[in-house]
Nanobody, 126 residues
Framework: QVQLVESGGGSVQPGGSLRLSCVASGFTADYYAIGWFRQAPGKEREGVSCISALDGSTTYVDSVKGRFTISRDDAKNTVYLQMNNLKSEDTAVYYC???????????????????WGQGTQVTVSS
């Protein structure tokens, strides 16, 4: 059974840190770009970061550059999102996603995420 399971969310004060994990099962994540997305209440879902398969290239939305770091451990079928210096505007449900429907699933610039985890809540508040 194909699954993406996110964890690591929680409540932190502004300036704090969290590390999110996305564990893939039921398929070999080594060959898939994996992205992190977030959705805040009343807002559209936003792509936050992505890490490609094979070369490990990464992308970030401008608002998190310098604060968030994406990484992957293919031996553990896991992708991480290290989030530092968190701000209130980072509050959202965070999801990871892969492209399980097309052959363009290797690189972030090509993939169309269509398989999602259940999400993990991140709340940044004083």
């Amino acid at each position: 059974q194909v699954q993406l399971v996110e964890s690591g969310g929680g409540s932190v004060q502004p300036g704090g840190s969290l590390r999110l994990s996305c564990v893939a099962s039921g398929f070999t994540a080594d060959y898939y770009a994996i992205g992190w997305f977030r959705q805040a209440p009343g807002k559209e879902r936003e792509g936050v970061s992505c890490i490609s398969a094979l070369d490990g290239s990464t992308t970030y939305v401008d608002s998190v550059k310098g604060r968030f770091t994406i990484s992957r451990d293919d031996a553990k079928n896991t992708v991480y999102l290290q989030m530092n210096n968190l701000k209130s505007e980072d509050t959202a449900v965070y999801y990871c996603a892969v492209d399980r429907a097309t052959e363009n699933h290797y690189y972030c610039e090509d993939y169309s995420p269509n398989y999602w985890g259940q999400g993990t809540q991140v709340t940044v508040s004083s």
